[in-house]
T-cell receptor
Framework: GIQVEQSPPDLILQEGANSTLRCNFS?????LQWFHQNPWGQLINLFY???GTKQNGRLSATTVATERYSLLYISSSQTTDSGVYFC????????????FGAGTRLAVHP | SQTIHQWPATLVQPVGSPLSLECTVE??????LYWYRQAAGRGLQLLFY??????ISSEVPQNLSASRPQDRQFILSSKKLLLSDSGFYLC???????????FGAGSRLTVL
């Protein structure tokens, strides 16, 4: 089955710093989502981005489907950005059965 | 607007006891529904998905089962819990034919 690798596994930032999270996947996908899991476990949808670039405030994401990777950019990080960021993909065909990466654990310190 | 509810939020059960976790979606019809499990400190694993009433597909062999008795209701069950069933269980939904999955708040199960 499709493999999803996220890097780095852990990231520690000072408030105000910028960061880039990476997601590599091993096969063609028709669905790619980025999620933020808060300390209470809630998964928050950040982006649906199977290809192209999107921006939402301090967050932006780019997926290069032909090269099988996606990037999540966090600018001017805040302590509330802390948590785990997951990339999830669904291969072409099927019922959008998302396959998750292991996540990047981000800690933003004041 | 659409909302997804899961309950109970937290559950502590002895080994060998039964389990029932419930998920309901409001504000839509005929959604695709999903159950995921997250072991401590790890990513999410798809357990079951459903595209309609009574239609359940299992993704991994396990001690759990799922049912969809109504259009917007998805239930995760076990007859006898194992220690390895402990984890964080998340229900998700998506519009039929659409791509964005939205997750519920989760149910944290501890089996002792």
């Amino acid at each position: 089955g499709i493999q999803v690798e996220q890097s780095p596994p852990d990231l520690i930032l000072q408030e105000g710093a910028n960061s880039t999270l990476r997601c590599n996947f091993s096969d063609s996908v028709n669905n790619l989502q980025w999620f933020h899991q808060n300390p209470w476990g809630q998964l928050i949808n950040l982006f649906y981005i199977p290809s192209g670039t999107k921006q939402n405030g301090r967050l932006s994401a780019t997926t290069v489907a032909t090269e099988r990777y996606s990037l999540l950019y966090i600018s001017s990080s805040q302590t509330t950005d802390s948590g785990v960021y997951f990339c999830a993909v669904a291969p072409t065909g099927g019922y959008n059965k998302l396959i998750f990466g292991a996540g990047t654990r981000l800690a933003v310190h004041p | 607007s659409q909302t997804i509810h899961q309950w109970p939020a937290t559950l502590v059960q002895p080994v060998g006891s039964p389990l029932s976790l419930e998920c309901t979606v409001e504000g839509t019809s005929n959604p695709n529904l999903y159950w995921y499990r997250q072991a401590a400190g790890r990513g999410l694993q798809l357990l079951f998905y459903s595209v309609g009433i009574g239609q359940i597909s299992s993704e991994v062999p396990q001690n759990l089962s799922a049912s969809r008795p109504q259009d917007r209701q998805f239930i995760l069950s076990s007859k006898k819990l194992l220690l390895s069933d402990s984890g964080f269980y998340l229900c998700a939904w998506a519009y039929s034919g659409a791509n964005v999955l939205t997750f519920g708040a989760g149910s944290r199960l501890t089996v002792l």
